[in-house]
Antibody, heavy 119, light 109 residues
Framework: QVQLQQSGPGLVKPSQTLSLACAVS??????????WNWIRQPAGRGLEWIGR???????DYSPSLKDRVTISLDTSKNQVSLNLTSVTAADTALYFC???????????WGQGTLVTVSS | QPVLTQPPSASGAPGQGVTISCSAS????????VNWYQQVPGTAPRLLIY???QRPSGVPDRFSASKSGSSASLAIRGLQSEDEADYYC??????????FGAGTKLTVL
């Protein structure tokens, strides 16, 4: 059974970089049949796709965030990472990692990490 | 940018059925795969339907979905209290990535 375990700080100061990790168990992040994604959800609002990385190195980012976001893989740790630079209060949200599998859908999801941007 | 429009809310009594719609503004849902996710607020979403009408293992057959033209729909029959959640449709759009609907809050009366 594939499980995604997220970690990272819950509080980030404005203008700093938000960094989250997503440790994968039960599957290899190097497998070419998956991509690894980040999605976020501001409080009381809907889901927003941030971006994805494929083991080939290919990345796709949301046009609205592409100038500030980096998604990377650490195959030695079997984990996926998210970096979002120059954060503001608008980046306060519940952040999820998720696997995109062969049928073209997100499954499973990480448990979510609430990140608050505040001084 | 394509937008997926969902009704903000839906409701039904236990045992009844309910349908949630998902309409695309400037793209044709009929030519792409639609996914549906169920989310209890504060928890991670759960994949409910993939490839427009397929249920992953473990999802009850009370849940079904279809699409036609620029719209898709999720049907839930035999409502149960545990179905009370938010439901999101989603599609992949080239150049934009995954686009989610705004979500529909389902209340089981």
């Amino acid at each position: 059974q594939v499980q995604l375990q997220q970690s990272g700080p819950g509080l980030v100061k404005p203008s700093q970089t938000l960094s989250l990790a997503c440790a994968v168990s039960g599957a290899s992040v190097s497998s070419g049949i998956y991509s690894w994604n980040w999605i976020r959800q501001p409080a009381g609002r809907g889901l927003e796709w941030i971006g994805r990385i494929h083991p080939s190195g290919s990345v796709d980012y949301s046009p609205s965030l592409k100038d500030r976001v980096t998604i990377s893989l650490d195959t030695s740790k079997n984990q996926v990472s998210l970096n979002l630079t120059s954060v503001t209060a608008a980046d306060t949200a519940l952040y999820f990692c998720a696997r995109w599998w062969v049928v073209g859908a997100f499954d499973p999801w990480g448990q979510g990490t609430l990140v608050t941007v505040s001084s | 940018q394509p937008v997926l429009t969902q009704p903000p809310s839906a409701s039904g009594a236990p045992g009844q059925g309910v349908t949630i719609s998902c309409s695309a503004s400037n793209s044709n849902i009929g030519s792409t795969s639609v996914n549906w996710y169920q989310q209890v607020p504060g928890t991670a979403p759960r994949l409910l339907i993939y490839s427009s009408n397929q249920r992953p293992s473990g999802v009850p057959d009370r849940f079904s979905a279809s699409k036609s033209g620029s719209s898709a729909s999720l049907a839930i029959r035999g409502l149960q209290s545990e179905d009370e959640a938010d439901y999101y449709c989603a599609i992949w759009v080239g150049g934009l990535g995954v686009v989610f609907g705004a979500g529909t809050k389902l209340t089981v009366l």
